[in-house]
């Protein structure tokens, strides 16, 4: 499959198509500043975990041009080597130790699952088709390409949708966000992007 957009961000750039679309804001970058400079409408935003926030940025700068139909039959695919392990960590401070201290917070805790990342950007552009978190250990292995082809592969197609008026099938491709996570350390993460 090839994607017919991609999104790099690292600290030191945000490459949509080759093109560093941050090129303007300062070094280095960070998820809250790239939303704030260049997105800024969604106060949820601010409650999320890094991993979120991250895939989130990432992710806006391809879903935003699509229509809401192509929304609705999209699906995600996200992908990362560790899981939530840094929010769980982050959670597991906020543990009580004894019966005088603070319970867990639920804040983080909701963060402990990966796949809320995936909801968070389903939310946001509500997407209806599967939303999916794989660990594995080696991002740019087969096993993710092949993971991503059976998600699209395995989507409702339009023709499914009965209640949808054919006039509006009709301009409907089933799209694949594949988000994959090489880092959440906050100041050498990487994320790349891609739309199919």
Same mark, same amino acid.
């Not at 690292?10 to 970058?29: F, Q, S, W, Y």
């Given at each position: ?50 991993? %979120?926030? &991250?895939?989130?940025?990432?992710? /806006?700068? @391809?879903? !935003?041009?699509? *229509?809401? +139909? ?66 594995? %250990?080696? &991002?740019?292995?087969?096993?993710? /390409?092949? @993971?991503? !082809?059976?998600? *699209?592969? +395995? ?42």
């Amino acid at each position: 499959m090839t994607p017919e957009a991609t999104l790099i961000f690292t600290p030191d750039e945000l490459l949509l198509n080759g093109v560093d679309i941050a090129r303007e804001l300062p070094k280095p970058l960070t998820p809250a500043a790239v939303y704030r400079a260049l997105i800024g409408d969604y106060p949820k935003f601010f409650k999320m975990d890094f991993m %979120s926030k &991250l895939a989130f940025v990432a992710s /806006e700068f @391809l879903l !935003r041009n699509l *229509s809401s +139909d192509e929304c609705e039959f999209a699906a995600i695919a996200m992908f990362n080597s560790e899981g939530s392990l840094q929010t769980d960590r982050n959670h597991q401070l906020t543990i009580g130790h004894d019966s005088t201290e603070c319970p867990a917070s639920p804040a983080t805790f909701v963060y402990t699952l990966p796949n809320i990342a995936a909801g968070e950007i389903a939310i946001r552009h509500k997407i209806m088709g599967p939303t999916c978190f794989f660990a594995v %250990s080696n &991002l740019d292995s087969p096993t993710t /390409e092949m @993971l991503i !082809r059976t998600v *699209s592969q +395995d989507m409702p197609q339009p023709k499914d949708y009965s209640s949808v008026p054919p006039k509006q099938l009709a301009n409907i491709n089933p799209r694949v966000l594949a988000v994959k996570i090489y880092s959440v350390e906050q100041e050498k993460f990487k994320i790349i992007c891609y739309l199919y």
